[in-house]
Structure formats: C-alpha cells, structure tokens
C-alpha cells in the first residue's frame, strides 16, 4: 500500500516525464483555445492532486491522471457557450475589428487589409491571440473568460490591451 508520500513521489515524477504528452493530450480534446490553455488545465489538474490530504493510495498513476484531465476537460466543454455565426457575421465581425485596429472609415476595408490583420494576429503569442479571439470574435466577457479559466477580469483586460498594443506595432512594422 502506498503512503501520501509515496504517492507525491510518483505524482511527481510522473508529471515531470509526462508532461509535455498530458498538454498534448489536452490539446487533444479542446475544440478551441478559449476554453483553456492546455498547460493551464494540467497544471490546474497537477496543483489539485499534489494538494489532496488524506487522501486514499493511488495504484494506477497514469490512469488516475488522465482520468483526471479528462474529468477536468468535461468540466471546461460544459460550462462553453456555443457561438455560431453564419459568413455574413463573421465578415462583419472582421470589418468592425479592422475598422477597431485601423480607425474608423466611411467604407469599407479592402480584404487586402483584413488579410494583413488575420495575418499579424496569428502571429501573437498564444494568449494574447487567445483573448482577442475569446472577447472580439467569439463574443466572451472577460467575466465568462475569468470563470473558464480562472484568470482574473482584470489580468484578461491588460493582456487584450497588451495584445491590441502588440497588434498595433506589428502592424505599422509591415506598413513602413
């Protein structure tokens, strides 16, 4: 029978030889980056086994972690709300941030800079590229994104104005 130590122990040395593959299971099974980073649910995953006290011995530590993230997982898909737009909206949606990054116009912008701005927005770190997508596209409050991931609101509002500020520079860089 194994003792609380023993199974820290294991824990430990699991997580350490699997990480990189628990991510890659997450990633797996997530339909979009908005409903978490995958490092963010194996280390939200890893924090609550690591903090179990009293809790009973664990015989299978490979089975009982990925039963947990997928657990975790199921628990990320049911509280996402469905957001579907149709060509039109989405065009739409892309027009308004366009005219948001470049300023306001009275027509409309050319697919050419649409393109660049898809372009730049790729290029932007995970989360930053994540928080724009969540709150501009997909239609999230920071409040929905903050009980999803557990990121405070006001951690989400600077990255997102971090990420318009990033977007912004990237984008008089290819314009000059």
């Known amino acids: 029978m194994t003792t609380g130590r023993e199974n820290d122990k294991q824990l430990t040395d699991f997580f350490t030889e699997e990480y990189q593959n628990l991510q890659g299971y997450v ?5 979009s980056p908005v409903e978490g980073d995958a490092e963010d649910i194996v280390q939200e995953v890893a924090l609550k086994l690591f903090s179990r006290k009293n809790a009973s011995p664990i015989d299978d530590i490979a089975a009982f972690v990925y039963r947990s993230l997928r657990n975790k ?7 996402k709300k469905t957001r579907k737009y149709d060509a039109a909206e989405i065009e739409d949606i892309w027009s308004e941030f366009t005219e948001r990054v470049y300023g306001p ?11 660049k701005l898809k372009g730049a927005i790729a ?3 995970p989360m ?17 994104i903050s009980e999803q991931t557990g990121i405070a609101s006001g951690t989400l509002m600077s990255r997102r104005h971090r990420a318009l500020s990033v977007l912004a520079k990237k984008l008089e860089v290819n314009n000059v």
């Not at 990633?27 to 339909?31: A, G, L």
């Not at 116009?105 to 393109?115: E, F, I, M, T, V």
């Open 27 to 31: 990633r797996s099974r997530i339909e």
């Open 73 to 79: 997982i199921i628990d990320v898909m049911r509280t």
């Open 105 to 115: 116009s009275g027509y409309y912008y050319p697919d050419q800079l649409k393109n």
């Open 123 to 125: 290029t932007l770190k």
């Open 128 to 144: 930053y590229r994540d928080i724009i997508m969540a709150v501009d596209f997909e239609g999230y409050t920071y409040r929905e």
